[in-house]
């Protein structure tokens, strides 16, 4: 049974990326894109909002988060997240091939 966060979260924006708004991408070119993610394209995650810290681009390659760092999220600023740890973080920023360009705190502006 999938769990949908956003209606059960008030403030959540579930509407679709920009581009897609537009009419700027099919429904397949998103699905595409999704599917190069390891994961986003997963059917078990699907209507499901949340990343991974593996799927950020403030993940450093040590294993660090660079917004902890930069003092962007309340954390020491060695704090290095489990990869895997699906969540919804403010400070997410997502990778180029991400298919929802926008950044943590416009993709759930109540955290």
């Known amino acids: 049974m999938m769990i949908d966060w956003d ?3 008030s403030g959540g924006d579930a509407r679709p990326p920009a581009h897609i708004e537009a009419g700027q ?3 397949n070119q998103g699905a595409d894109a999704a599917a190069a993610l390891p994961g986003i394209g997963d059917p078990d995650r699907a ?13 450093a ?8 760092a930069r003092r962007e999220l309340v ?3 060695t704090y290095a997240p489990a ?6 973080c403010e ?3 997502p990778m ?3 298919p929802d360009q926008r950044a943590g705190r416009d993709r759930w502006p109540g955290l």
């Open 7 to 9: 209606g059960m979260l």
């Open 25 to 27: 991408a099919t429904a």
């Open 47 to 59: 209507g499901d909002n949340r990343r991974r810290c593996a799927e950020c681009g403030n993940l």
């Open 61 to 68: 390659s040590n294993g660090r988060c660079l917004a902890a």
């Open 75 to 77: 954390a020491s600023r």
């Open 83 to 88: 990869p895997d740890w699906l969540h919804r």
């Open 91 to 93: 400070c997410f920023k």
């Open 96 to 98: 180029p091939n991400d």
